[in-house]
């Protein structure tokens, strides 16, 4: 996932011709907890792949874990969202 990630802030740079800020905003926090630490249901490793998005110049990562809903993929809360 960071690979893709890279590839599409790079390739729009360079497209652009424009060394411009990107945002992600990372996964909230969504179905029951794992027992598996190494996130066996692949959120956890999706949310890590967005953190690495950092290593990329001009980058910033919105983390919304906190505002989620287990059993609801989109946050009600999006005032807070927005304000990260």
């Known amino acids: 996932y960071f690979q893709k990630l890279k590839v ?3 390739g729009r740079r360079k497209l652009w011709g424009y060394d411009f800020p990107v945002y992600v905003v990372q996964l909230p926090d969504f179905q029951a907890a794992n027992k598996n ?3 066996g ?11 690495k998005v950092l ?3 001009k980058t910033g ?8 809903d ?5 946050p ?3 005032f807070d969202v927005g304000e990260r």
């Open 70 to 74: 287990p059993k609801d993929i989109h």
């Open 41 to 51: 249901d692949g959120w956890s490793r999706i949310r890590l792949a967005q953190a």
């Open 8 to 10: 599409l802030i790079e």
């Open 55 to 57: 290593t990329l110049p």
């Open 76 to 78: 009600k809360n999006k």
């Open 37 to 39: 630490p190494e996130g």
């Open 61 to 68: 990562l919105a983390v919304t874990i906190d505002v989620g």
